[in-house]
């Protein structure tokens, strides 16, 4: 906001009245004048718009009907959020305005990116738990806008997978430097890779898959990790929850294909994602083994589908064994006819016998 706040230049504290958002783009222009003609690199963290909800000063934005009081914050979030976004826009656009004052416009290359989807106040969604702080789309997909000499053929759109780390990959190439790989400990791994392809329209994927990952101080049911490619998305949850999504079909990740049979390219799909992603955790997996496996009817004499409290099994004697989507052991014995599932969480199983390995739906 702008109401007083601590500064700390070279170690010396002071207070700053000035709107927080105005005084980064201060920062960054009297920065930029200073430089002259030399080569510079600036990255600009704005703390805009985010909460606490404010109303910016008068002149840059467009909203003339909020008063700023909390309770009119509190009733109408979003508002405040979008007047925040056009203060931010404005001040963006004062930056710029220094630029080509200063004559550095045209050689200037801009990266401008979110860090993550819209709280559960300023969602454009119906279902906010899937929103900033959960592993879904909405809340870990930002804008991602480049723009500069650099570019090749410009005003175009790339639907190649990017990840945040990437950037200091391609900042590095962006400088000029081309063999940093070379500087980096052989025991230190970057996992960043270089969007220079995408740049020069060399339309080359940069990377295979994308990984995110959400743990919070305070856990919850949402805390998990996601790998996806340019179609599907796997989801894994830390309490052993499993979703799977076709994302060109369904971007809104409202279809959870995990729960019902899948198709041959969903199977090839979510076998390349599994393996990639318990390659890149660590441990093994039966990724395999257990998707490839589509019984969803009655037909077979030793199981019953879909199951509520018991499993029924006609190979008594026999060692069975409970398992969740990941291969998470749940149960494993010879009188698997006799526990209570009851309490287990709706969704898919797998019922492993000396027979036969069945997917199972818990209702």
Known sequence: SYTNWTKITNGVSSTCTTYATTETANNAISFVKAQ???????WLAF???HSPYHLPPAGLHSYTNLSGTTNDINQNPKSY?????????????????SLILYNQYDNTNFIFIGDNGNSLKTAQIADTNKAKGSIYQYGVNVPFIISGPAVVNPNRISNQLVNTQDLFATII?????????????????????????????????????AFTEIFKVLTDSYDGKAIRNLDYKLLYFDDGRIEFYNLSEDPEELNDLSLG???????????FLCEEFHNLIGGGSQCAELIGINENSK????????????????FYGQKSSLLTNLGQEIYTGFEIEKQDFTDLEKGIYFLKTPIATVKLIKE
């Open 261 to 271: 049979v899948l198709s041959q390219t969903d199977i090839t799909n979510y076998v």
């Open 173 to 209: 190439e962006l400088c000029g430097i081309s063999n940093w790989q070379s500087q980096i400990p052989a025991d230190k791994p970057i996992d960043s890779k270089s969007i220079m392809p995408i740049i020069l329209n060399q339309d080359i994927a940069v990377r295979p898959w």
């Open 299 to 314: 037909s077979n004499s030793y199981y019953l589908n879909p199951f509520h409290a018991t499993i029924e099994n006609n």
């Open 81 to 97: 959020f979008k007047a925040s976004l056009q203060a931010l826009d404005h001040e963006i656009g004062r930056l710029i305005d």
């Open 36 to 42: 002259n003609s030399n080569p510079f690199f600036v």
């Open 47 to 49: 703390n805009a718009p």
